[in-house]
């Protein structure tokens, strides 16, 4: 079983930043994707960003030029540094972790961060 362990959401002013940072444990295949969705109100689901064991990242149109993925291999962390929050960034965002060792595969969420950004 693999935990994921998320924080730094909170509540911004339009224009301002918050990096979101989560932390994985258990049994972590070693070829995984790491990556951060929202969800905001009355919307579904999105992906936002994600990054690869392999060192290769992509991301959602909207959050181009202002967010950045990155991760540390070694403490099986991803993070998610948010710069020029926009009104509509507001969501809830969710860790996910999707990993494989070629005969299986798993597939992790986090309980979620709200992030709030005001007008």
């Known amino acids: 079983q693999v935990q994921l362990v998320e924080s730094g959401g909170g509540l911004v002013q339009a224009g301002g930043s918050l990096r979101l940072s989560c932390a994985a444990s258990g049994s972590i295949f070693s070829h995984n994707v790491m990556g951060w969705y929202r969800q905001g109100p009355g919307k579904q689901r999105e992906l936002v960003a994600g990054?690869?064991?392999?060192?290769?990242?992509n991301y959602a149109d909207s959050v181009k030029g202002r967010f950045t993925i990155s991760r540390d291999n070694a403490k099986n962390t991803v993070y998610l540094q948010m710069n020029s929050l926009k009104p509509e960034d507001t969501a809830v965002y969710y860790c996910n972790l999707k990993g494989t060792n070629g005969l299986e595969f798993r597939d992790f969420w986090g309980q979620g961060t709200q992030v709030t950004v005001s007008s």
């Open positions: 990054t690869s064991s392999g060192g290769s990242t």
